[in-house]
């Protein structure tokens, strides 16, 4: 304590000294008090975002990409878009089909297995699966991304799909006591420019529940 100044000044690197422990020292550069003090800043930075394990951290990049694109935080993201798998076909889907409205299917496996000698098939009929569910949401105009993400031309062309489950399929309704085919839909818009009119990079998202209802 002879010297204050420089005590005051190596307070960062003692501060990182401790957090180096067990190990023996700091390398000669982090007695730097400079170099310590970016350190530590940037550990303090990184730490919220699970910077400590960097695997799972590169993996997350498109969750929280998508968050952001969409003006929200990646725990407020919808459950079903925390996946980075979804997430990523998200952000390859809608960057290929720039314009169009999507719905992101977090399908329920229960919901195809409900009787336990015909695995796969709803209420047990044969030809009652997730694969139908697909083929009838591709010929109604869907463009399918791994049968999670489909893209559609317009909002009305959603509507129109949506109008006719009760007609085509409607087995895939909500039932009483059986599981539901799905257990979240979630609709993606691309947010319009209110001056220009034209597609921005920004996305809405929004619950939508009563697709099978």
């Not at 997730?130 to 509507?159: D, M, Q, R």
């Not at 799905?182 to 034209?198: A, F, H, K, L």
Request: charged fraction near 20%.
């Amino acid at each position: 304590m002879s010297n204050p100044l420089k005590y005051i000044q190596e307070k960062n690197v003692r501060n990182l000294q401790k957090k180096a422990t067990p190990f023996d020292g700091l390398p000669p550069a982090l007695q730097n008090r400079k170099t310590a003090t970016l350190v530590l800043k940037f550990l303090n930075m990184v730490q919220s975002v699970d910077m400590f394990n960097p695997l799972k951290y590169i993996q997350e990049k498109n969750v929280r990409k998508l968050a952001k694109k969409s003006d929200t935080s990646f725990d407020r993201l919808p459950p079903a878009l925390q996946n980075r798998k979804t997430a990523t076909l998200v952000l390859k889907a809608l960057k290929k089909d720039q314009d169009m409205p999507a719905l992101v299917f977090e399908w329920n496996e229960a919901g195809f297995n409900d009787v336990l000698i015909a695995p796969g098939f709803r209420n047990g009929v044969a030809g009652q699966n997730k694969a139908a569910i697909i083929t009838n949401l591709t010929t109604n105009g869907a463009t399918s991304h791994n049968g999670v993400v489909f893209t559609f031309p317009n909002g009305n062309a959603i509507g129109a799909w949506v109008d006719q489950i009760r007609v085509n399929i409607p087995w895939t309704t909500n039932q009483p006591g059986v599981p539901n085919v799905c257990t979240s839909v979630t609709r993606i818009n691309r947010i319009t420019e209110y001056d220009t009119g034209t597609p921005s990079t920004a996305f809405d998202l929004e619950n939508y529940p009563n697709v099978f209802f």
